[in-house]
């Protein structure tokens, strides 16, 4: 069973900072691509970043220069900084990763999800 837990959202003022964090727990071989999507409501879920297992990152449009994707030396954890926060980044934010368990195949998992507010 493969688990992925994110955490650190909540409510900040717009202009300030989070520090997303995504775990992934379980009978897990290795982890390939990880990334954070984003969901407000009414709106379809959109990728926010990705990076590859050899650090390769991209990021939208819309968080370029403010949020940086980076990965945890274990390999299974990924991290999403977030700076100069604005009202439109109000969303749940999911956790995604590919992931090579033990002893069955390749799959793509979501972590529970967080939510992140930014206030005007």
């Known amino acids: 069973q493969v688990q992925l837990v994110e955490s650190g959202g909540g409510l900040v003022q717009a202009g300030g900072s989070l520090r997303l964090s995504c775990v992934g727990s379980?009978?897990?071989?290795?982890?390939?691509?990880m990334a954070w999507y984003r969901q407000a409501p009414g709106k379809q879920r959109e990728l926010v970043a990705a990076?590859?297992?050899?650090?390769?990152?991209n990021y939208a449009d819309s968080v370029k220069g403010r949020f940086t994707i980076s990965r945890g030396n274990a390999k299974n954890t990924v991290y999403l900084q977030m700076n100069s926060l604005k009202s439109e980044d109000t969303a749940v934010y999911y956790c995604?990763?590919?992931?090579?368990?033990?002893?069955?195949?390749?799959?793509?998992?979501w972590g529970q999800g967080t939510q992140v507010t930014v206030s005007s």
């Open positions: 990076i590859t297992s050899g650090g390769s990152t």
């Open positions: 379980g009978r897990i071989f290795s982890i390939n691509a």
């Open positions: 995604n990763a590919e992931v090579y368990p033990i002893a069955t195949m390749r799959g793509n998992y």
